[in-house]
């Protein structure tokens, strides 16, 4: 069985941090990750988790929700030039449409919703970038570890 890591993280540069910096919820042990690495990386000079809220409509029931992505961070490159990145942490396998089983089975029923609720969200969050010039993206165990991996 998985193990499923959660807690308070606790900045070593709360400068950095956009936000209370007392108050840093992770909720994987993928997200603590990537806020460590928001912590320590000179490259990042800002950094915040689940500040901002994008509502979007729900695939499931058709009403609007509410959406907090888990980061947004201030890179600035060797030339100086600063990005702003939206990051949503999410398994791969939750990330592309679910191959079709023979079975229709719960299992598949809820991975299908899944996606879609992810995909109603990301594009929720990628128009509310392009509108201030950010860049969206969602990272997987693959960018966090460099290969799939589990929690």
Known sequence: MAKFYQGFFRPRNPQKYKGDPTNIIYRSSWELKFYLECDKRDD????????????YVSPKDNKMHR?????????????????????E?????QTS???KKKRVT????????????????FLAAK???????????????VELFGKKNTQ
């Open 127 to 141: 128009k509310y970038c392009d509108e201030k010039g950010w860049n969206f993206k969602v990272m997987t165990e």
């Open 97 to 99: 449409p679910p191959v």
């Open 67 to 87: 959406y907090f992505p888990d980061a947004v961070i201030k890179v600035r490159d060797k030339d100086g030039k600063i990005t702003t990145f939206m990051i």
């Open 89 to 93: 942490i999410k398994p791969l396998a």
């Open 44 to 55: 990042i000079i800002e950094w915040s988790s689940e500040e901002i809220i994008i509502p």
């Open 106 to 121: 719960k299992g598949f029923i809820n991975e299908v919703l899944t996606y879609a609720v992810n995909e109603a969200k």
